[in-house]
Protein backbone atom coordinates (compact mmCIF):
# COMPACT_ATOMS: atom_id res chain seq x y z
CA UNK A 1 0.00 0.00 0.00
CA UNK A 2 1.25 3.46 -0.76
CA UNK A 3 1.77 6.03 1.86
CA UNK A 4 1.05 9.50 1.08
CA UNK A 5 4.59 11.73 1.25
CA UNK A 6 3.90 14.69 3.87
CA UNK A 7 5.38 16.91 1.63
CA UNK A 8 3.14 15.78 -1.71
CA UNK A 9 -0.11 17.31 -1.84
CA UNK A 10 -2.97 16.38 -0.47
CA UNK A 11 -3.96 13.00 -2.70
CA UNK A 12 -0.40 11.93 -3.80
CA UNK A 13 1.31 8.88 -3.05
CA UNK A 14 4.67 7.67 -2.86
CA UNK A 15 4.22 4.54 -5.25
CA UNK A 16 7.51 3.73 -7.48
CA UNK A 17 7.12 4.40 -10.54
CA UNK A 18 7.64 1.66 -13.43
CA UNK A 19 8.16 1.74 -17.53
CA UNK A 20 5.18 1.62 -19.27
CA UNK A 21 5.79 -1.95 -19.71
CA UNK A 22 2.03 -2.73 -19.83
CA UNK A 23 1.39 -0.30 -22.48
CA UNK A 24 3.72 -1.27 -24.54
CA UNK A 25 2.81 -4.63 -24.84
CA UNK A 26 -0.53 -3.84 -25.23
CA UNK A 27 0.46 -1.66 -28.60
CA UNK A 28 2.38 -4.73 -29.74
CA UNK A 29 -0.73 -6.61 -29.29
CA UNK A 30 -2.69 -4.04 -31.02
CA UNK A 31 -0.18 -4.26 -34.11
CA UNK A 32 -0.25 -8.01 -34.24
CA UNK A 33 -4.36 -8.05 -34.14
CA UNK A 34 -4.63 -5.61 -36.41
CA UNK A 35 -2.39 -7.43 -38.88
CA UNK A 36 -4.07 -10.36 -38.48
CA UNK A 37 -7.25 -8.81 -39.37
CA UNK A 38 -6.29 -7.34 -42.70
CA UNK A 39 -5.08 -10.57 -43.34
CA UNK A 40 -8.74 -12.11 -42.74
CA UNK A 41 -10.00 -9.40 -44.57
CA UNK A 42 -8.69 -11.14 -47.95
CA UNK A 43 -10.17 -14.51 -47.02
CA UNK A 44 -10.24 -17.04 -48.50
CA UNK A 45 -7.45 -14.79 -51.54
CA UNK A 46 -3.88 -14.71 -50.92
CA UNK A 47 -3.48 -11.73 -48.96
CA UNK A 48 -0.90 -8.77 -49.62
CA UNK A 49 1.97 -9.46 -46.85
CA UNK A 50 4.10 -5.70 -46.98
CA UNK A 51 1.46 -4.58 -44.68
CA UNK A 52 0.86 -7.71 -42.13
CA UNK A 53 4.93 -7.94 -42.13
CA UNK A 54 5.09 -4.42 -41.32
CA UNK A 55 2.41 -4.94 -38.40
CA UNK A 56 4.18 -7.76 -37.26
CA UNK A 57 8.19 -6.45 -37.60
CA UNK A 58 7.01 -3.48 -35.44
CA UNK A 59 5.22 -5.51 -32.96
CA UNK A 60 8.12 -7.51 -32.90
CA UNK A 61 10.41 -4.45 -32.11
CA UNK A 62 8.01 -2.70 -29.36
CA UNK A 63 8.47 -6.82 -27.77
CA UNK A 64 12.02 -6.43 -27.65
CA UNK A 65 12.34 -2.70 -26.61
CA UNK A 66 9.39 -3.68 -24.00
CA UNK A 67 11.74 -7.16 -22.67
CA UNK A 68 14.97 -4.61 -22.32
CA UNK A 69 13.00 -2.31 -20.42
CA UNK A 70 11.77 -4.85 -18.14
CA UNK A 71 15.00 -6.47 -17.60
CA UNK A 72 16.24 -3.21 -16.13
CA UNK A 73 13.48 -3.07 -13.89
CA UNK A 74 14.07 -2.68 -9.96
CA UNK A 75 11.91 -2.71 -7.25
CA UNK A 76 9.82 -5.17 -9.24
CA UNK A 77 8.62 -8.26 -7.37
CA UNK A 78 10.14 -10.54 -9.50
CA UNK A 79 9.15 -13.82 -7.58
CA UNK A 80 5.41 -13.10 -8.22
CA UNK A 81 6.17 -11.62 -11.88
CA UNK A 82 7.60 -15.47 -12.65
CA UNK A 83 4.74 -17.28 -10.57
CA UNK A 84 1.92 -15.68 -12.09
CA UNK A 85 4.09 -15.11 -16.08
CA UNK A 86 4.68 -18.97 -16.15
CA UNK A 87 1.32 -20.04 -16.15
CA UNK A 88 0.03 -17.63 -18.21
CA UNK A 89 1.98 -18.37 -20.82
CA UNK A 90 1.61 -22.03 -20.72
CA UNK A 91 -2.23 -21.12 -21.35
CA UNK A 92 -1.65 -18.80 -24.15
CA UNK A 93 1.48 -21.10 -25.21
CA UNK A 94 -1.88 -23.50 -25.73
CA UNK A 95 -4.72 -21.19 -27.07
CA UNK A 96 -1.67 -19.92 -29.88
CA UNK A 97 -1.02 -23.86 -30.67
CA UNK A 98 -4.37 -24.24 -30.69
CA UNK A 99 -4.84 -21.28 -33.54
CA UNK A 100 -2.34 -22.25 -35.68
CA UNK A 101 -3.45 -26.12 -35.64
CA UNK A 102 -6.48 -24.37 -37.15
CA UNK A 103 -4.81 -22.54 -39.75
CA UNK A 104 -2.57 -25.20 -40.56
CA UNK A 105 -5.60 -27.74 -41.17
CA UNK A 106 -7.58 -24.96 -42.89
CA UNK A 107 -4.62 -25.24 -45.54
CA UNK A 108 -3.16 -21.99 -44.77
CA UNK A 109 0.30 -22.32 -45.90
CA UNK A 110 4.11 -20.43 -47.12
CA UNK A 111 4.40 -16.71 -46.33
CA UNK A 112 0.80 -16.33 -44.79
CA UNK A 113 1.30 -19.28 -42.19
CA UNK A 114 4.83 -17.55 -41.30
CA UNK A 115 3.08 -14.02 -41.09
CA UNK A 116 0.11 -15.22 -38.85
CA UNK A 117 2.90 -17.51 -36.86
CA UNK A 118 4.53 -14.37 -36.11
CA UNK A 119 1.92 -12.41 -34.85
CA UNK A 120 1.02 -15.64 -32.72
CA UNK A 121 3.96 -15.58 -30.75
CA UNK A 122 3.22 -11.73 -30.14
CA UNK A 123 -0.24 -12.56 -28.87
CA UNK A 124 1.04 -16.30 -26.75
CA UNK A 125 4.03 -13.46 -24.80
CA UNK A 126 2.41 -9.87 -24.47
CA UNK A 127 -0.74 -11.04 -23.13
CA UNK A 128 1.21 -13.24 -20.33
CA UNK A 129 3.81 -10.56 -20.02
CA UNK A 130 0.58 -7.62 -19.35
CA UNK A 131 -0.81 -9.89 -16.72
CA UNK A 132 2.12 -10.81 -14.95
CA UNK A 133 3.70 -6.84 -14.79
CA UNK A 134 0.34 -6.02 -13.49
CA UNK A 135 0.55 -8.29 -11.15
CA UNK A 136 3.76 -7.97 -9.78
CA UNK A 137 4.15 -4.44 -9.64
CA UNK A 138 1.56 -3.85 -6.98
CA UNK A 139 3.29 -6.38 -5.44
CA UNK A 140 5.89 -5.91 -2.18
CA UNK A 141 9.53 -6.69 -3.88
CA UNK A 142 11.65 -9.38 -2.11
CA UNK A 143 13.18 -7.16 0.70
CA UNK A 144 10.86 -3.90 0.63
CA UNK A 145 8.68 -3.65 3.82
CA UNK A 146 4.86 -4.34 3.81
Known amino acids: MSVPSPTAPA ?5 QRFAPVAGIAAASLVLAVVGGIYMASYAPRRPPLAVPVFLAGAGGVLLAVN ?3 LARTRGLAWDKFFLVGRWALLSYVIAAGLIEFAFVRDHTRGGPLVVLTAMLVLFAVNVPLIISFTVARYQSAR ?3 A
Open 143 to 145: GDA
Open 11 to 15: GATSQ
Open 67 to 69: VVM
